[in-house]
């Protein structure tokens, strides 16, 4: 069983920066892939970036170049750091980790971007 539990979100100008973290419980956490999704109004819930549990990243078009996921094992912590935000990025950011059959979602966290 893995928690997560996201924080970092907020409201933020167009053009500005936000960090999101995760950090989720249990032992295994080095051995999950953890990604970040969000879910704008009246839209459904979409892929934004993944880690591998080697470190391989992989980004939603919209995302590459502006956003950069990382993790960091000793302290079972997923970031996302979001650059050059703009008001397209406004919405629920869910972080999830993926191991074997199971999947676990965090509660989510709210980005609201201002133009």
């Known amino acids: 069983q893995v928690q997560l539990v996201e924080s970092g979100g907020g409201l933020v100008q167009a053009g500005g920066s936000l960090r999101l973290s995760c950090a989720a419980s249990g032992r295994t956490f080095s051995s999950y892939a953890m990604g970040w999704y969000r879910q704008a109004p009246g839209k459904e819930r979409e892929f934004v970036a993944t880690?591998?549990?080697?470190?391989?990243?992989s980004y939603a078009q919209s995302a590459k170049g502006r956003f950069t996921i990382s993790r960091d094992n000793a302290n079972n912590t997923v970031y996302l750091q979001m650059n050059s935000l703009k008001p397209d990025d406004t919405g629920v950011y869910y972080c999830?980790?993926?191991?074997?059959?199971?999947?676990?979602w965090g509660q989510g966290t709210q980005v609201t971007v201002s133009s």
């Open positions: 999830r980790a993926t191991g074997g059959q199971y999947t676990y």
């Open positions: 880690i591998s549990w080697s470190g391989l990243r």
